[in-house]
């Protein structure tokens, strides 16, 4: 059976030693009286819920999937999903984060970001039920009116209702101006809607007392393309005036998706069959309430694959340390026994170490990006919010793609440490990698991750995002330039700091010739960006770890985090050499393709 | 529902125009009347087997796997299987490049290997269940007595009886001197064996009607380890003097396996109970037949992540130019429709051209392997036979590890192309992810390929064959080094087959300072042969189809080439740049890391 151990010290390292979110904390009102210790507890009995709760279910969920009854349209989730909900709520964990004018918590989102972390851990198929009301739940209490915020927020934020997201088709997943569903609006403000929508994670379960659908829809002039799509609240049950549930609305699930992997979670194939809905935001400016969810999906999914990453790799250690096979190559290890355990081998310590890199570097910038969506919201300093936003708005999709891409990559690795007990569905780790492989898939392909960064964050307003970002990375490289025991993380990231800049120069000035330059390059340059932000932290870590260190601390924690950071630097960074020089092959070697692709 | 279209036109051109298999054959007197238009029509008919009888049975294979009755022992296979089996058989599919003596039909085993990656391509699952009657086979061919040879290659060879491999135990995969089934000698000079073996492919089934284990095991006096192995023949039914099936023997399936993919094929928990057989080879010597099988099976590996990668390539180009979504980015190219074909994007040709070059090297390099096998069996010539055994030992592991790996990421991209839809099971393209992901596992690790490569097959005798494939490199490079229109191809391959040998010197004597550095460097270094195999050949191939279109030519299939060759030279081959880089970190980074490790 797989273990889990919720990764609480790394947590802490990068809140506290690296960091300081508690001093970020103090110029946010809200916030202000929240400590270290304060967020530990709480992460600590967050931790108990993920590992004990939750990730029991986990395999079992994966055999036993979801099931539809046809007649009723109602889908039961696997045994233990639905107990373990109430768990859930009663533990007051679907509001932690949650806005105290509608019974929330009102702890920072960073408490949140690790909460997810570790049920993503135990479980992603289960922490999408609750983690698609995240995103529903923004989206309202940006863009909803008071009447809705007060009719949904509540329920939401207490867990006791659901939301999703309903925005594909089956025609149309990337490009959502070619939706077809329709919003006709009737005489008393609502809105008839009528269509079909199809990979609806969480879309219907037997877990909340209602689902509060997010649709997007078209009304009957909207004009054609994306900016003719608005966005609506279609309950599951209607909500009477006092609160209390009405009846059915039309909105059903007619089917459930047959998946390569989070088998426990219900991806429905949602009708939509004339359901009354309410307007959220104005008409045929549906898009802007749904890139506040779909924002915070992205950032969510990354969290899915830093989760698995996590898990994986605990896993595969544990497996390194215990499986004895063959001999070390310099000898025997383990004299007392007829082999040594796997661990001894170098190849075995690159695939972990991949993993563990890439799990807390994932850490590191997953964190970081929950205090700037923090300071984006709440701080008290117009500027402080805009900067963080646009800050936030670079580095997100790279945490979508970038840890997705990773998190498979690892969980792979992670798979391959057991040889034929990896293929075999009772370690777990096949469920792990199938479980990623979504992750690089929706809420935006990879690909469109790289669009998105390259095209429109980076080139899209002259670089000047990534030079903010250039300017953390050259404030770190002053700082520890000349400090010797700095010099094998700071110097390659500081050479690659230059390399970017006349990098993405290049690639911006082949786009103006021929916008397919950027979208040859993209791919190759979010990674390259990824391993930029990921040279920042571990950079930032190998500090903190170093001056500890220096300082007597004898805690092996800090050695730990300085090996890895050296691996890191010496196997995986260099990468960036290869995806410049195959970024500045250009487009013609894919685009003059016509013959080989006929 | 996924399409296959067997690549015959890219086989004969490998196979006619790139290596002239023809006039190989001419020197070995049993082919030498073996011309193109036989081999071309053998797998035309072959081709029509795989994509008509058993490409239709591999998602339901998939879907209701196979089923152990804990009664009888016995396994039932999917729906269709059985009768497929029949209708291979009759068709002489399992004979085709046997040994006439046993009524094998004696055609060159490039047509097997052709034969193969097409039912590879078309139902993975199926197709192990006669592949791995080939090595057993070999290993009886070469290694049995002529008792054994006329009692059970005849049937093996018509394929109406199948074999398996016997190896693997709970405690022991990788580490085969570990092994505890023992075999006790009888008076009769027969052997009776005692054990439990896992993870045996294909081990139980109703499609034949007996089935030929050989199975590794101990004498009650062997020393301990690997030198302590032999080999035996264990039928599931006692075969009678005169031929006929007698009692069932004490060899039964304990249980099947629960597995990520080729849910198709019963992988067998064997429990081995008194059974009775007899003796392959030598005592104490049954790692020598163990490897005639392990060797044929290591390149049937290869063959089989050739197949998934060729036909997860078709189906993400059908969907690429049939799914409309968003505009090029150049502007509309699809004018008539609301969006353009996915193909427009450089990003989805990116993925699918990695996936068609890994598919046409691969078949390349598998192509040119079984010419080397048939030269080392049949070739009249002892250096011949010496010289091209020396070089397919070194072609073997990069067989093994470099097309399994590439294509596990081949039909991963390809599955992307796909989005959401490349996640759910009815299009087909997850089952190929999940079923290439064991290619990368079994017949020895990918982490062990490489261990073979670089410490046995390179470094083992000094870096001689190494050096037999440069000179094949070095050759073409003269004969093309001053042809313009060769230079992009060219040019690359001669920088590599210099780096190589400098970086290959590096590792040597890194090694022998500390053998670690050996392992630490094996998986890059593997990587970086395998480009360096695959650069040859694409230049091979580029130089045919440049020749070809100089010469007038117009069929369009040698501009594809040569665009695809431009695409593997300029996006795939420039990885070497960061293995080498990598493998040169060394292994401090990788040992040095206990506290990481803890």
Redesign the interface.
């Known amino acids: 059976m797989p273990v889990y151990n919720p990764p609480l010290r790394d947590m802490q390292f990068v809140m506290h030693e690296v960091l300081n979110v508690s001093a970020e904390f103090q110029s946010m009102p809200q916030h202000a009286e929240v400590d270290a210790e304060t967020i530990n507890a709480v992460l600590e009995e967050a931790g108990k819920f993920a590992s004990q709760v939750i990730f029991p279910l986990n395999i079992s969920g994966d055999t036993e999937g979801c099931t539809l009854d046809k007649t009723t349209h109602e889908v039961k989730t696997p045994t233990g999903f639905k107990a373990a909900y109430k768990t859930y709520v009663e533990g007051g964990w679907a509001a932690l984060s949650c806005d105290p004018a509608y019974g929330g918590q009102g702890l920072p989102l960073v408490v949140n970001q690790c909460l997810y972390e570790m049920m993503n851990s135990a479980n992603q198929a289960w922490t999408m039920y609750p983690g698609l009301t995240h995103g529903a739940y923004a989206a309202l209490h940006t863009y909803g009116t008071d009447a809705q915020k007060d009719t949904y927020l509540p329920k939401m934020t207490s867990g006791e209702w659901t939301g999703t997201m309903c925005l ?1 088709e089956p025609h ?4 959502l101006g ?1 939706m077809r569903t329709k919003a006709e609006p009737l005489a008393d403000g609502t809105y008839k809607i009528t269509g079909n929508k ?2 609806i994670s969480a879309g219907e379960h037997d877990m909340a007392d209602n689902i509060i659908h997010l649709v997007l829809a078209r009304l009957p002039d909207a004009p054609p393309g994306i900016k003719g799509v608005s966005l609506f609240i279609v309950p599951k049950f209607h909500v009477k005036a006092d609160g209390s549930l009405g009846e059915r609305n039309g909105i059903y699930c007619g089917g459930l ?5 989070i088998h426990g979670n219900a991806t429905a194939q949602i009708v939509i069959d004339g359901a009354i809905g309410t307007m959220v935001g104005q008409p045929n400016k549906g898009m802007q309430a749904m890139f506040v969810m779909m924002n915070a999906a992205r950032l969510g999914v990354g969290n899915q694959s830093l989760g698995l990453t996590e898990v994986a790799y605990q896993n595969a ?1 544990a497996y ?1 340390k215990d499986r004895i ?2 001999r ?3 000898g025997p290890k383990a004299k007392d026994k ?2 040594d355990p796997i ?1 001894v ?6 695939m ?2 991949t993993a ?1 890199a890439y799990a807390e570097g994932g850490r590191a910038l997953a964190i970081y990006s929950s205090v700037l969506l923090e300071k984006a919201h709440n701080h008290p300093d117009e500027k402080v919010r805009k900067d963080s936003d646009e800050m936030l708005s670079l580095l997100t999709p790279i945490t979508k793609a970038f840890l997705t891409d990773n998190g ?1 990559n690892a969980a ?1 690795m992670c ?2 440490v057991f ?2 007990h ?5 370690w777990g780790m ?1 469920q792990f ?2 479980d990623a ?2 992750n ?3 809420e935006g ?3 469109i991750q ?1 669009l998105d960064l390259l095209g429109r964050k980076v080139l899209g307003n002259n670089g000047a995002t990534l030079k903010k970002f250039g300017k953390l990375v050259g404030a770190l490289v002053m700082e520890e330039g000349v400090n010797e025991k700095m010099a094998e993380f700071i110097n390659p990231l500081a050479v690659l700091g230059e390399q970017i800049t006349k990098f993405t120069t290049e690639i911006g000035f082949k786009g103006l010739q ?3 330059e ?3 390059a ?2 190759d340059y979010l990674r390259v960006a990824g391993h930029l932000v990921f040279g920042y932290f571990w950079a930032r870590m190998a500090q903190v770890a170093l001056r500890e260190i220096a300082a007597g601390n004898t805690d ?1 924690f800090y ?3 300085l ?2 950071a ?2 890191y630097f ?2 995986l960074f ?5 995806l410049m ?2 970024a500045r ?1 250009g ?1 013609k ?5 016509d ?4």
Chains 1, 2 share one sequence.
């Not at 260099?574 to 290869?578: I, K, L, V």
């Not at 070697?589 to 393709?593: A, F, G, P, S």
């Open positions: 594909t149309c997943g990337t490009d070619l199809i990979f998706e047959h998946k390569m992997g250690l390194a096979q063959m070390s190559l310099t007829p082999a661990i081998h170098p190849d075995v310590r690159r972990l170490l563990k498979y792979t798979q391959q040889g034929g990896g293929y075999i569905k009772e096949e990698v199938r492989r979504i690089m898939i929706y392909t990879n690909t790289s021929n916008a397919d950027v979208g040859a993209a791919v092996p050695v730990a985090k090996q890895t050296r691996f010496a196997k260099p990468e960036t050499a290869t020089r195959t092959a487009s070697v894919l685009m003059d393709t013959a080989a692709l006929a």
